[in-house]
């Protein structure tokens, strides 16, 4: 967090404060689980933890030391959880495991459950002309606190796909009302106050809602995060239709001004027979209805053609990774994306290089719209290197710099790029990212690389810097930690030895990756499943990300 | 000579007025002795100010990075490959002129393969900068060579870009030994001729000690004859391999057996194109008309029509197969051609290489200097926008439909191009002032009355 923000040029004193990693601290995480807190690193400047400063100024003059919160948590720790767990330990004992497991088992109970309130849920009172305006918090940046942060500013928004902004969606039908289009601008009255947006015209919004981001239009939030989008946290009031964010009877008007929002995919209309569904009939989304499947388990590959090369397969004896993502997990919620991001170093460009179709990110979540505009049916698709077995890249590159490994890996080795971009340009898939710029110097004017910010690098990922390609590696790092693990501990690797980064971080388990030669594993099963499939097959690229089909339940019998 | 006048029944002279040997001489070395006038400054400085412009763009570009240009993922590849396989494609007329046409004994080659060689030249060295400048590393083209290293690593025999270097390497080398083999005697005669005390030591040098004996010449007529034949293939190979970095690409658009001839065609096609408006400004300047007379000029139009109807039937042909495959993304790529975002640069390119060129078969047309000129220009652009046609919207919309984007160029894309044409023009400007731009020799050859008659 920025020390010089908005709240701390207000005041009079501000404390620097421990980072998380600095503290000591202990949570419930829910009822009946306890969890502590310890720092991983020594403090890197001169600060204190907040509870300490608080402590301190409790104890009066001379009572600050530096293990004074420590020993305040172990304290609470022996007085309040230890003795009613009765455990057959001394408590030193207990302190250390419970350090060493992270988690502790206690008795207590939950107080009942609780109900809802169900007036509350009844039809609002008020049915004013007009129209509707709901104020949300973003889905990465939240309420604006994390505004500053890069990462989250370019996390592409799950189904807009706009980064950097924030803007006012409407419906299709709406937004011919208004006479307006995507990248015009709306002005938005409510009774504490006008604010103009930018327009984003959603598929599958309600006609008549205006929904308009929280977080954004930030003045003082940083390097990264002042002045990204407009503020739309001041319109927040309880003189609102429901709670603080949802207003009625708001006038709304074309503010007849351009504003470019930036998506890090194109959206295509609905009503374009050309470009319509393209996904579907090109097999890139492959889904069925829940009748489809009970009927034929096997139904996606009734046309399964068997394709045919002219060279030998090479043979993969050892572990050969492979991922399988289950479309009916994954709801696009992009936490892989930024799990990615900071596992493997991946740099913020800003909007105007995301504008210009540079993002950097090694996955990304593909949204595809079918349907109408008024009833879209969208399909969420994680899609990263495939490490393809006949990988197209691979044989157009002049100087060898991306290559297969014996386990499977498409490799990039960035000492050898020479940067000609061919490997991007016959990547069917183009998961390719390539660095146009030096981007941790380029972006906000090398706040990346600069203390204390440099200090987020993975050490264990190279740092790529201008000009040269990069892609997916399938956590090559941490296959390589393990792969060392295994020689220590003299056993062979085993393909459930490595979690990727976005598999870790996916709250739904949508992602599963593994040894694809071990039949017993879970990665085997998901390449055998009736519903996988491995997207644009046809190029005989031979893909090693198996997609399992989405099935929908649906009323009718064909999704539309 | 008017347009009627023309008896096919009798050979036409290749130089018209009879002239002497010495006013021969006389003639062509005429640029050479004197000091460049008003025009040609001018000319110059438009030319280099481009160059320039166009080193400015460049330095900045290695300088900052490619993020300088319009290229995104998934258009990786822009307006440097679009010049690259641009400039490579002029060149073909060069080595058409100098080594098909040798062999072929098409004695009017005489008047226009010199200035077509040196054409071929300059375009390599303009196209040779692109491959280079699109790294996104610039400073290690080593490393598409195969050079002995401590790394133990070797380039990728399988990639068309390792081809590539090969290919415009050997063109360059082959073009460059052949052109100086011919201005061997032209030398000579200069150094001859000079009264100038540096020009003659510079021609001395160059000139390898030609005397014109007999023997001399047996050697040179026998040089020539296989340099011709080395050269000959290359003409085909060289704009084939170019087109095997797409052919050989999984990218609906690029990957099509059709590419090696359709693009061998497209550059002939384009250099004649150049190598007419060049000749154009040529003969005018120089008092040239009675050597690169209006019959050249004629010849390489007829020329010019082969090979855009080759062109031609080369896109019909796309079509048709892209249809006739079944492929929903061959077709997909070929009606987004022609409807999609870059519609108009598609029909930029059919006007200007279809549809105009075959004005060439009306005579009056083919024979008037101003028509032909502006014909000549439309191919070239018509051309250039074949290839950014064929990089861009393969590119731009391939696969998978979430991946697709725009290519818009930059100041930096664009000046670069320009640079480039600043680059070629101003050497041509510089060639024609150090460097016969017709064949003394040759020219005295094919004189009437230069060669024994049996008959």
Known sequence: ?560 | MSTAAIDYTQEVPLIEGRPRASEIDATIAAPLDEFPKRGWWIAFAVTASMLAFGGYCAFETVWQGLGLWGINIPVAWGFDMTSLVFWIGIGHAGTLISAILFLLRQHWRTGIARFAEAMTIFAVICAGMFPILHLGRPWLPLYLTPYPNQHGVWINFMSPLVWDVFAVSTYFTVSLVFWYVGLIPDLATLRDRTTSKLKKIIYSIFSLGWRHSNRHWHHYERAYLILAGFATPLVLSVHTIVSFDFAVSVLPGWHSTIFPPYFVAGAIFSGFAMVQNALIFVRQSFNLKHIITLNHLEKMNQIIIVTGSMVGYSYLMEFFISWYSGSEFERFVFINRALGPYAWAFWVMVSCNVLFPQLFWIKKIRRSVPIMFVIGVLVNVGMWMERFVIIVTSLQRDFLPSSWGMYYPTIYDIGILMGSFGLFFTLILIFVRVLPVVSIVDTKAVMEGGQPKHH
Not at chain 1, 394 to 410: K, R, W
């Open chain 1, 1 to 560: 967090m920025e020390a010089d923000d908005e709240t701390s040029r207000l005041c009079t004193y501000v404390l620097p404060i421990h980072h998380a990693y600095e503290s000591w601290g202990d949570y419930q995480v829910r009822t009946g689980i306890c969890s502590l807190q310890q720092p991983v690193i020594a403090p890197l400047y001169d600060t204190r933890q907040k509870e300490a400063v608080l402590l301190a100024w409790i104890g009066g003059k001379g009572s600050f030391k530096e293990t004074i919160y420590h020993e305040y948590v172990m304290r609470h720790w022996e007085k309040e959880i230890f003795p009613p767990l009765k455990r057959r330990v001394d408590f030193k004992t207990f302190w250390y495991a419970s350090l060493h497991d992270g988690v502790v088992a206690t008795e207590e109970k939950a107080s009942g459950a609780l109900r809802f309130r169900s007036p509350s849920l009844g039809k609002s009172g008020s049915s004013s002309p007009g129209y509707v305006v709901a104020l949300t918090p973003n889905y990465s940046i939240g309420d604006g606190a994390f505004a500053n942060n890069g990462w989250l500013q370019e996390l592409p928004h799950p189904i807009s796909r706009v980064v950097w902004d924030n803007y006012a969606a409407i419906s299709k039908k709406t937004a011919q009302e208004l006479g307006v289009e995507d990248n015009g601008t709306v002005e938005v009255s409510l009774p504490h106050g006008t604010q103009t947006f930018p327009v984003l015209v959603q598929p599958g919004q309600a006609d008549g809602l205006v929904s308009v981001q929280l977080g954004y239009g930030r003045w003082n939030a940083g390097s990264v995060g002042t002045y990204v989008g407009a503020n739309a946290n001041v319109r927040l009031s309880n003189d609102a239709l429901v709670g603080p964010r949802i207003f009625g009877g708001a006038k709304v008007t074309n503010a007849h001004q351009e504003h470019r929002l930036v998506t890090t995919q194109e959206h295509h209309s609905l009503d374009d027979t050309f470009v319509k569904d393209l996904h579907r009939k090109r097999e890139v989304i492959r889904d069925g209805t829940l009748a489809e499947y009970q009927k034929d388990p096997d139904f996606l590959h009734l046309e399964r053609v068997n394709l045919q090369g002219i060279t030998r397969q090479i043979e993969y004896n050892g572990v050969k990774w492979a991922m399988a993502i289950d479309m009916n997990k994954c709801v696009g919620c992009q936490a892989c994306v930024a799990s990615c991001n900071v596992e493997n170093n991946v740099p913020v460009v800003g909007k105007d290089q995301a504008g210009r179709g540079r993002e950097m990110q090694w996955i990304r979540i593909d949204r595809y719209y079918s349907g109408t505009a008024e009833e879209p049916i969208s399909s969420h698709q994680p899609m990263l290197c495939q490490h393809c077995d006949n990988a197209p890249c691979e044989n157009v590159c002049p100087v060898a710099a991306t290559n297969h490994s014996p386990d499977g890996l498409n490799q990039m080795v960035y000492n050898r790029c020479v940067g000609t971009k061919y490997c991007s340009n016959n990547c069917p898939y183009k998961v390719r990212r390539f660095n146009f710029f030096n981007w941790h110097e380029y972006f906000a004017d090398g706040y990346y690389s600069e203390e204390p910010v440099n200090l987020m690098f993975n050490p264990e990922v190279t740092v790529r810097s201008r000009g040269v390609m990069e892609k997916c590696t399938f956590c090559v790092q941490r296959i390589m930690e393990a792969r060392q693990h295994a020689v220590e501990q003299g056993r062979p690797l085993k393909g459930s030895d490595v979690r990727t980064a976005c598999q870790e971080a996916c709250p739904a388990t949508a992602i599963v990756f593994g040894d694809m030669n071990d039949p017993e594993s879970e990665i085997s099963r998901y390449r055998a499943h009736n519903l996988g499939y491995h997207v644009l097959e046809e190029v005989n690229a031979r893909p090693n990300i198996t997609y399992l089909a989405k099935l929908r339940s649906v009323q009718s019998e064909k999704i539309s």
